[in-house]
């Protein structure tokens, strides 16, 4: 019998077998034509009204920009996100400029689109990717002074997971997918 924090019969290997590693292999570097494959599939995500609000901001480690990344993440995540191979800061762009009139109500969705894309990618070249948001986003916003109307939202440390998935992975069933934002129906 099947659990729920076991993935369903059918469910492409890429998907299944994800995870968010909590080490990486810090001798396994990202090249350029990786950096180049992830970012094409990034690029490929669909959008609305084929706005593509989204921007990454990519360092590696021994680059000058890596530091600049690296002092603003939180110690629970410079624990291991200093070890991936690839750095990337995710911005969105929200706001046509500084006049604050919205770029696109979607822009965050949108950006979540291409992540998800970019974390597939990396799956399918035998690299792993962990998404967080342990970081100083005001500092790091300063440090990198995104343009007019583009804003950080995340992180993903890319490379290659030197840990293994965890035994249980916990999920919600999808029963729950399906009722848990509504409303009991009243009596």
């Known amino acids: 019998m099947r659990r729920d924090h076991e993935p369903s019969d059918g469910l492409h290997p890429l998907l299944a077998d994800r995870f968010s590693p909590y080490r990486f292999d810090p001798s396994v570097t990202v090249d350029d034509r990786t950096l180049g494959l992830l970012l094409e599939a990034a690029r490929w995500a669909p959008s609305a009204g084929n706005s593509q609000p989204w921007g990454f901001f990519a360092c590696r480690p021994g680059e000058p920009d890596h530091e600049r990344v690296v002092r603003h993440l939180a110690p629970s995540s410079a624990r291991w996100a200093t070890g991936a191979g690839l ?11 500084e006049s604050g009139l919205a770029y696109s ?16 990618q990396a799956q399918a070249m035998g690299l792993s990717a ?12 300063k440090e990198l002074g995104p343009a007019p109307g583009w804003f950080v939202v995340s992180m993903i440390a890319l490379g290659k997971a030197s840990d293994s998935p965890p035994e249980h992975r916990p999920r919600r069933p999808i029963t729950d997918l ?4 509504w409303s009991p129906t009243p009596s």
């Open 87 to 97: 750095l990337v800061v995710t911005l969105t762009r929200r706001q046509v400029d």
């Open 178 to 181: 399906l009722t848990a934002p």
């Open 105 to 120: 109500e979607f822009a965050d969705y949108d950006l979540g689109q291409s992540v998800a894309h970019m974390t597939v």
């Open 130 to 141: 962990h998404q967080f948001r342990a970081f100083d986003l005001e500092g790091l916003t």
